[in-house]
């Protein structure tokens, strides 16, 4: 059983913002300001148009090398009847464009809304979302009157304003998301953590219930994170640390196919695709005993 943790990091190669630390402000707002309940509350058309540009950011963009390496060891893993999960906290959509399949969006997805009155979920791609936030959004507008309420995205089923299904600051994650990925994690054989800080909780402890179980964990990233060795004296058997490019998981899936069908891997020019590829896929192949 394999699990695999992602964040920012993974979508870093196909240029999405965080909107995060320095210079990640939206026209002058920070998203600590806007991705709050309070801020919608109290300014609905803000919100809305920051969350459209957003939207419409993401949809111009598209998975990296990253996301398809992940597609193709889930189809690697599944093929060969074992399991498969991905947890991942970005919100950007990305890994079910890649074509990923059983994928939990801890922290919600821009391409879905729910409603405020009745909390029906749906998945929403419609550009734009209603014709109110047509040409909304831009990051230089200044000025700019606030759309009606009446006039922002609407339930169907009801009448109701909807939100972002996303997670924001100060709210809970959704339960059953999170109780399958800490499933996912306490029955795992392996374990990938790519491209996130593991800063963020409860996220940041799903890797831990894994080595916590003495589980190989490998860790992909900038650089050390909070839970790399400091955290209950846990340390991950494995970490890429340094100057690497998530898309170097690629040759994940070259090597282990070759593997399962008994021929010699491909060579690599790349030091990180070595080491990534053979290091990691050693673990994996180790442990799911495939």
Do not use: M
Request: aromatic share 8%.
């Amino acid at each position: 059983k394999v699990f695999v943790i992602t964040g920012a990091g993974i979508s870093a190669e196909s240029r999405i913002p965080t909107f995060r630390g320095a210079g990640g402000l939206w026209r002058k707002y920070a998203a600590t300001d806007l991705a709050t309940p309070e801020a919608f509350g109290n300014n609905p058309s803000l919100v809305w148009e920051f969350y459209h540009y957003r939207r419409e950011l993401v949809a111009s963009k598209s998975p990296n090398a990253g996301h398809y390496a992940i597609k193709d060891l889930e189809k690697l893993f599944t093929d060969a009847k074992r399991s498969f999960t991905l947890a991942t906290q970005n919100v950007d959509g990305l890994h079910a464009v890649a074509g990923s399949k059983n994928v939990i969006e801890l922290h919600g997805s821009l391409f879905k809304v729910r409603c405020t009155k009745c909390q029906k979920v749906t998945e929403n791609r419609t550009s734009p979302i209603c014709p109110a936030l047509a040409g909304r959004g831009a990051l230089n507008a200044s000025n700019e009157l606030a759309i009606p309420v009446s006039e922002l995205p609407r339930c169907t089923d009801c009448g109701g304003l909807l939100r972002p299904h996303v997670v924001w600051f100060g709210e809970q994650l959704d339960p059953v998301n999170l109780s399958s990925a800490e499933a996912a994690a306490a029955e795992a054989d392996v374990c990938l953590v790519v491209g996130t800080s593991s800063v963020v909780y409860p996220a940041a402890g799903l890797a831990l219930i894994a080595a916590r179980r003495g589980v190989p964990v490998a860790e992909v990233n900038l650089e050390p994170t909070p839970v790399t060795t400091t955290v209950s004296c846990v340390k991950f058997p494995f970490q890429l640390i340094g100057s690497f490019h998530v898309p170097y998981l690629t040759p994940f899936s070259r090597v282990v196919d070759s593997t399962l069908k008994g021929k010699p891997g491909p060579s690599y020019r790349s030091y990180s695709e070595i080491s990534f590829s053979s290091k990691i896929w050693s673990i994996v192949l180790k442990f799911t005993s495939i």
